[in-house]
């Protein structure tokens, strides 16, 4: 008798150690996280949203901060010994100073290092007053110059002597929450009209279908252009931001709704839906408890791959000067002080800063999505 | 030059293994075949699904798609000028088997609707494999090709040529697909489980077709199938193959009037029979097929064999010897010394 | 087709009519600091283009124009008809677009192919990496880096189709050349994004078909790998590799009027941004309705290509 119970509690065990049930979004992680390069830029996406929550407490310099003195100064390298004057070396984080020379006959600035001026640089300094989180108020930022009346351009200064380094790091808050605001919007209009599209059918599908095709065979810049040159430049900052994001959430939702109707059509047939339909459930419960769950992985890999769109949108709206408007910091408003080629040649930085940022989270960005997607299809192998 | 080929013979296969190198491990799907196809006869080939027939028949055309790979053995093909070619061997996308391939030793295939091109029109298809072969103009090669769809049947074939596959029902498409086959008037035919896709009247249709294309052409035919009705209807010679082994062979009569080995004979006994009223059941081959990288140490039927010989069974593999009127694979009829 | 066309048109001229006020109002602004009185020309005006009057009919008036005169309205700030500006910058836009069009095509139907038969190659991760930079690198960023990179390294002078010494001057073979050695820039440009995606989709759509039995077929009958290659699945891989046209064509629009703002190319980029900045209505709006009438058509016409090409199509 003992011995039948101990045999049939092996079998058990032996039962959970082969057959684990796994729900769908444990087989999604499992299969996500076989994908190196998409985990890896999940990662590098997290810390780029990681420094648009941080922000100022990042950004060693005030950015709208200007100085005349520092226009268009290259970056400064960070150096990590000084010589004493008895010749010992010593372990100092540090910057150089730079000087600049005004050249009259050139009408040209020319920085040089200067080796006798350092800048002590460390974590955990004291600067500009901000409210970490936009909660409360703090004057500790990570990294930046130990004395508070220091500045240092690690990533150089624009025409205005402001901190590149700093005005990117807060660009990020605005770029990024662009892409996943505008990914927001384009999710509601898309889920709504796709599903009601692909669940009614009929003429309320054609009209619909009609409509996406006629969005989607119409060059985009060009209508974007027309409606963001509408916004008025004396409206506030904020309104400004989320006209651009609706503008820019124009171009993700069609591709988002045709997924979604798709997935309608194919789940409409299915057995459980009508299983569910001759359970007397409504509509409305049938779509939100069934169809929504079976294809939800399907809408998360579309969104991944809609957010650098966005954000490539919002970027080339603002470069030309009719989308976000310069008090407000974005890659793209950054990338507009590149505009003309000769402020690129005098300060390559500008250009390269930003342009590596915006490269780097589409980059990510759209391997994640990569990711999320194989993940979340049942067929690829 | 070898001199072992036997007389008559067209084709002679000696422990082909063709193995497939998964992630998951080695596929065994044939796994040492000896086969012998003759001239101007039909061979059989039968098994369950899964059995590595139409892997076998695939790799006597080198065709079989990666990671599958020829690991050992010959397919010693005698040519019409009396050479012999190692097809095992010959390089792949060499001329030699080019030349082959479509000229000396035809293939059709299981899926009429996916093995055509789908937006070329038929006739273009034929065409192209006359003009791969043979030297004449396009406009001959387009007289023969349409001449072949008449001799297929297909009716109107000066329309049917213009026509592209999906046009055609299944039973014509597999038509064209014959007429393809037989453009170059090829010596061996392989036919991998020709009627599978079609229904039962075209079923018919399609194997006396062949049946008759036979007798025109003399040439052989080598049928791959798992149905036994077929086999039993046009069949000269029958190999019956279990997990990548030929277990038994010989002529149709003698597979079907006396089968010796235990897996042949389960087969037989599963087939209901007109006119033989039994109570009951019909018997089934007890277990299921082993899991192809779970092969069974020893004879791969053992674990589902009635007279499976514990010691004997499972420690070696056996070779086929002759028994009855057929030659088998089986420990019954042979020592356990052979193979190891 | 026409209510696509329609539906452009109301759309176009709904954005134009969006900010408030009109150039009217700042023409007459300034004309007032300036002190002079010029309410009868521009009173004539508004009457002309039905200005200050409701919506529809103003819709209308220009519709009117356009389609009965061929008439597109006035370019308030250049205080000259529209039709006389537009022309020749359309016809860079569209032809900077076709000739990128082949440029995308003749490199990403090799590659893509290179890429699906040898895959998981050396060459295949390369493709598919540098695939991935150039979906990634916005078209204006690139040809800022361009610019850049022929400045600094080669010294090339960059903007513009043609050099400075050649404005104006009629047409020679000396300018040709010189056209030749700008003009692949912006080509280039414009059409790495969509080379990149293309060779994705002609990756994934070859890889569909590798594998089909049909293809088997062609092997067995004794075709070379690279005749079967070519006539079965590439020919079949490219149908649905035609429809892209159809999605092409609007972005290699836009992006030609983005990189033409960059690149200050006399197409219609610069002059719809400027349009559009000082409330230019008329000229924005031409701008915007006859690239998007243009485009709608392009893509009409990779459809009827499509068919022609593809007999499963011309079945249905």
Not at chain 1, 320 to 337: A, C, D, H, R, Y
Not at chain 2, 133 to 151: F, G, N, P, Q, Y
Not at chain 3, 256 to 273: Q, R, S
Request: hydrophobic content about 50%; glycine content about 8%; aromatic content about 8%.
């Amino acid at each position: 008798m003992s011995q039948a119970v101990l045999s049939h509690q092996e079998d058990v065990d032996d039962f959970d150690d082969t057959v684990k049930v796994l729900g769908p979004w444990a087989l999604v992680w499992r299969k996500f996280k076989r994908h190196r390069l998409a985990m890896w830029s999940g990662v590098v996406v997290a810390l780029i949203y990681l420094v648009a929550i941080l922000g100022e407490f990042l950004a060693p310099v005030q950015i709208h901060d200007t100085s005349v003195r520092n226009t268009f100064q290259p970056p400064q390298a960070i150096h990590f010994f000084v010589t004493r004057e008895d010749g010992s070396r010593e372990f100092l984080l540090h910057a150089k100073g730079m000087k600049m020379e005004l050249d009259r006959v050139a009408l040209r600035r020319t920085f040089t290092v200067d080796e006798s001026k350092i800048i002590p640089l460390g974590f955990w300094v004291r600067g500009y007053e901000y409210k970490f989180l936009g909660l409360l108020p703090s004057k500790v930022h990570l990294f930046g110059p130990t004395n508070p009346r220091d500045t240092v351009y690690l990533l150089g200064a624009d025409r205005l002597g402001r901190d590149v380094l700093s005005r990117i790091i807060l660009g990020t808050r605005v770029s990024m929450s662009i892409g996943l605001v505008g990914v927001a919007v384009s999710l509601v209009i898309g889920v709504l009209l796709g599903g009601a599209s692909g669940y009614y059918g009929g003429w309320i599908d054609g009209l619909i279908q009609r409509f996406i095709e006629f969005i989607r065979s119409v060059p985009t810049i060009p209508l974007w252009m027309g409606l963001a040159a509408a916004i008025p430049l004396d409206w506030p900052p904020l309104r400004t931001y989320f006209v651009v994001t609706i503008i820019v959430s124009m171009i993700g939702w069609t591709t988002l709704a045709r997924e979604v109707r798709g997935k309608f059509l194919s789940l409409r047939n299915e057995d459980f839906i009508i299983a569910a339909r001759l359970d007397g459930l409504t509509n409305w419960e049938i779509i939100v408890k069934h169809m929504v769950p079976s294809f939800s992985s399907h809408i998360i890999a579309s969104l991944t791959l809609a957010v650098p769109l966005m954000i490539l949108a919002e970027t080339s709206l603002s470069f030309l000067g009719i989308g976000l408007q310069p008090p407000i910091v974005s890659w793209g408003t950054l990338l507009k002080e590149a505009q003309n080629i000769r402020s690129i040649i005098e300060a390559p930085w500008l250009l390269i800063a930003p342009g590596t940022m915006i490269v780097i989270a589409v980059l990510t960005l759209n391997f994640l999505g990569d990711g999320v997607r194989d993940a979340a299809d049942p067929h690829a192998h | 030059m070898r001199t072992e080929a036997v007389p008559g013979a067209l084709l002679e296969i000696s422990g082909l293994k063709t193995h497939f190198f998964t992630e998951d491990g080695v596929v065994k799907a044939v796994d040492g075949v000896d086969l012998t196809v003759y001239q101007n006869r039909t061979i059989c080939i039968l098994g369950e699904s899964g059995c590595g027939k139409s892997i076998m028949a695939r790799s006597i055309l080198r065709i079989v798609d990666a990671p599958g790979r020829i690991t050992d053995g010959r397919i010693l093909y005698r040519a019409a000028d009396g050479r012999e070619i190692d097809l095992a061997t010959a390089r792949q996308g060499s001329a030699q088997l080019r030349q082959i391939r479509g000229q000396d030793i035809a293939m059709i295939f299981q899926e009429p609707m996916t093995s055509l091109g789908p937006i070329q029109k038929i006739g273009k298809q034929i065409v192209e494999t006359i003009l791969l072969h043979r030297k004449v103009s396009k406009a001959e090669a387009k007289e023969e090709a349409i001449e072949m769809l008449d001799r297929v049947g297909i009716p109107d074939p000066r329309q049917r040529f213009e026509a592209y596959p999906f046009e055609l029902s299944g039973g014509m498409r597999q038509r064209a697909m014959i007429a393809m086959a037989l453009s170059c008037q090829p010596r061996l035919l392989i036919a991998d489980e020709p009627t599978t896709a079609l229904d039962v009247t075209t079923q018919a249709q399609i194997l006396d077709l062949i049946a008759e294309l036979k007798e025109e052409f003399a040439m052989a035919v080598m049928l791959i199938t798992h149905d036994l009705g077929v086999v039993a209807e046009v069949a000269e010679d029958v190999a019956v193959m279990y997990m990548g082994r030929v277990v038994e062979e010989g002529d149709v009569y003698a597979i079907f009037e006396n089968p010796q080995h235990p897996y042949t004979r389960a087969l037989m006994a599963s087939v209901p029979r007109i006119g033989v009223t039994k109570s009951g059941r019909l018997p089934a081959i007890k277990g299921m097929v082993p899991h192809p990288l779970a092969r069974p140490s020893g004879c791969p039927f053992r674990t589902r064999c009635d007279s499976a010989m514990p010691g004997v069974c499972d420690t070696s593999v056996p070779d086929l010897v002759p028994a009855g009127d057929s030659r088998t694979a089986c420990f019954l009829f042979s020592d356990a010394t052979g193979n190891g | 087709m026409v209510p696509t066309l329609l539906l452009v048109s109301i759309t176009t001229f709904v954005i134009i009519q969006l900010p408030p006020g009109d150039y009217l109002d700042s023409l007459a602004a300034e004309m007032g600091e300036s002190g002079v009185d010029n309410t009868a020309v521009l009173e004539s005006l508004r009457r002309q283009y039905g200005l200050g009057e409701p919506f529809y009919v103003q819709y209308f008036k220009w519709m009117r124009g356009i389609l009965l005169e061929g008439d597109f309205g006035l370019s308030f700030e250049k205080n000259r008809p529209v039709t006389d500006l537009i022309w020749d910058r359309l016809g860079w836009t569209f032809g900077i677009s076709i000739m990128t069009l082949l440029f995308i095509w003749l490199t990403a139907l090799p590659i893509g192919i290179y890429s699906a038969v040898r895959k998981y190659s050396v060459g295949d991760y390369v493709a598919t990496f540098f695939g991935f930079i150039g979906l990634a690198i916005p078209n204006f960023l690139l040809a800022l880096v361009m610019m850049y990179v022929a400045f600094k390294f080669f010294g090339q002078s960059v903007g513009g189709l043609v050099s400075p010494e050649y404005l104006g001057e009629p047409w020679t073979w000396a300018k040709f050349v010189d056209l030749l050695k700008h003009i692949w820039m912006p080509i280039v440009v414009v059409g790495t994004s969509g080379a990149a995606a293309l060779i994705r989709i002609m990756r994934a759509n070859l890889l569909d078909e590798l594998y089909r039995p049909y293809v088997v077929t062609a092997r067995a009958k004794g075709m070379t790998e690279f005749q079967l290659l070519l006539r079965y699945p590439v020919r079949v891989a490219l149908n649905p590799f035609i429809s892209t046209i159809g999605w092409i064509l609007p972005t290699l629009v836009s992006g030609e009027i983005i990189v033409a703002v960059v690149m200050n190319l006399p197409t219609t980029g610069p002059l719809l941004l400027r349009a559009l900045l000082v409330q230019d209505m008329f000229l924005a709006g031409s701008l915007i309705l006859i690239v998007s009438m243009l485009t709608v058509v392009g893509t009409l016409i990779s459809d009827v290509l499509l068919a022609l090409v593809d007999p499963r199509i011309r079945y249905q």
